[in-house]
């Protein structure tokens, strides 16, 4: 295990690091924060040189994918978003009720994009649309690890949901709390249409380009599945 001392130099990490459940290898990429175990699911975050233990879940896939399907990893949040009005009720400061009254689940996707304001970015569009998704814990899918840490992560989320909030009304006419809970780590699945990633339920389309590491996090895939 490194020291605090060897991750603060500004060399590559080499991490060995193991699951502390089930003693697996722990599949740690040089810029991944934050690990799902391939061998029992349960997920860890370096935190000051320490694994510390983050709920790990995966999304079902979807029924008869077209493609491959890569699992992506994303932090996920329970959130909960109130927003009252400061002063009379307005149709848009009914709207931005109802907005924020809709927030159960804010997310974030926790691999490296470019221009994710340009691309897009799909914990932001889940976070908009609040799938009902059918989540799993345990053995599953192998899943590349986490860059951002769920920090990071938690700051970012609350932004999103802020921004959504804004759009029905100004949030200056409006007393808004946000709440998240502890971060979750989710994998969840797109279809590799190799030029290009989809999200099987919104359509949303990723160029490859757009992914850091997306050869090394496919070839991780692959490893881990054979
Ligand atoms: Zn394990």
Same mark, same amino acid.
């Given at each position: ?45 370096? /935190? ?25 990893? +994303? ?42 304001? +340009? ?43 802020? *921004?959504?909030?804004?759009?029905? *009304? ?37 160029? *490859? ?5 997306? *050869? ?6 692959? /490893?881990?599945?054979?």
């Amino acid at each position: 295990m490194n020291g605090p001392a060897e991750r603060d130099s500004a060399q590559p990490r080499v991490l060995s690091l193991r699951c502390r459940a089930c003693s697996a290898t722990l599949p740690a990429a040089s810029s991944d924060v934050a690990f799902r175990c391939a061998q029992c699911g349960r997920g860890w975050e370096i /935190e000051q040189g320490e694994l510390v233990e983050r709920p790990a879940l995966y999304i079902a896939p979807p029924a008869n994918p077209s493609h491959a399907l890569l699992y992506l990893p +994303y932090w996920s949040f329970r959130a909960s978003a109130a927003a009252q009005p400061k002063r009379r009720l307005d149709e848009g400061v009914l709207a931005a009720r109802d907005r924020a009254a809709g927030f159960k689940r804010a997310y974030i996707a926790a691999y490296a994009i470019h221009r994710p304001t +340009y691309v897009g970015e799909w914990g932001l569009i889940y976070t908009r649309a609040q799938p009902e998704w059918e989540t799993r814990a345990g053995h599953g899918p192998q899943s590349p690890g986490a860059s951002l840490a769920a920090r990071d992560a938690a700051v970012v989320v609350e932004h999103y949901i802020l *921004a959504e909030i804004d759009k029905a *009304a100004d949030l200056g006419s409006l007393q808004v709390s946000v709440e998240i809970s502890d971060p979750e780590l989710w994998a969840v699945p797109c279809l590799d249409m190799g030029e290009f990633l989809r999200c099987p339920w919104s359509g949303a389309e990723l160029p *490859a380009s757009a992914i850091d590491d997306l *050869a090394e996090m496919r070839h991780a895939t692959e /490893e881990r599945h054979a």
